[in-house]
T-cell receptor, first 113, second 113 residues
Framework: DADVTQTPRNRITKTGKRIMLECSQTKGHDRMYWYRQDPGLGLRLIYYSFDVKDINKGEISDGYSVSRQAQAKFSLSLESAIPNQTALYFC????????????FGEGSRLTVL | AQSVTQLDSQVPVFEEAPVELRCNYSSSVSVYLFWYVQYPNQGLQLLLKYLSGSTLVKSINGFEAEFNKSQTSFHLRKPSVHISDTAEYFCAVILYNTDKLIFGTGTRLQVFP
């Protein structure tokens, strides 16, 4: 089983719908991240969390919200999806003791029609 | 603000040829530098990193990168590429004592037989 698991892996939805992407990890890491990948733009940070009670906005948090339900779970929500949120979304984790080394899930491809 | 520039969006090369993927960064303070690789339909994984010490760092599969502070560069090189090196490569930086990893826009390396 993967250390960082994302569900769903693929989702097609309509404009205005609420969508939740879930991430769970078995690595025991405190820090978790949500990134968005778009062709030609690389990865951009949406939200990150140092622990259950510490959540921080990244560079493109507008239109998104997150919930850190437990150390191992970090969910990303789109309250009212719009077409320009069509992208590949990645969850990642990191150990406090390991500078810069993120462990990524396999991605969730979201299409908003 | 810090930023990462990968000037080449695509690099086509024949098998066994040398390759260099360029990365430049801008920051007024000390940084840590990373190269991540993304194989098709997978998440990113760490290829190599520079934190301190020797400016030349190497990966287990033959890639190397050299930190050049005066030129603010961290170019990735391999003397002889293989078909299996076909992937997208991302340069990333993190400011000393911060937690946000900032990615470049990526370079797609395509190795032809």
């Amino acid at each position: 089983d993967a250390d960082v698991t994302q569900t769903p892996r693929n989702r097609i939805t309509k404009t205005g719908k609420r969508i939740m992407l879930e991430c769970s990890q078995t690595k025991g890491h405190d820090r978790m991240y949500w990134y968005r990948q778009d062709p030609g733009l690389g990865l951009r940070l949406i939200y990150y969390s140092f622990d259950v009670k510490d959540i921080n906005k990244g560079e493109i948090s507008d239109g998104y919200s997150v919930s850190r339900q437990a150390q191992a779970k970090f969910s990303l929500s789109l309250e009212s999806a719009i077409p320009n949120q069509t992208a590949l979304y990645f969850c990642a984790t990191r150990s406090v003791s390991n500078t810069g080394e993120l462990f990524f899930g396999e991605g969730s491809r979201l299409t908003v029609l | 603000a810090q930023s990462v520039t990968q000037l080449d969006s695509q690099v086509p090369v024949f098998e066994e040829a040398p390759v260099e993927l360029r990365c430049n960064y801008s920051s007024s303070v000390s940084v840590y530098l990373f190269w991540y690789v993304q194989y098709p339909n997978q998440g990113l994984q760490l290829l190599l990193k520079y934190l301190s010490g020797s400016t030349l760092v190497k990966s287990i599969n033959g890639f190397e990168a050299e930190f050049n502070k005066s030129q603010t560069s961290f170019h990735l090189r391999k003397p002889s590429v293989h078909i299996s090196d076909t992937a997208e490569y991302f340069c990333a930086v993190i400011l000393y004592n911060t937690d946000k990893l900032i990615f470049g826009t990526g370079t797609r390396l395509q190795v032809f037989p």
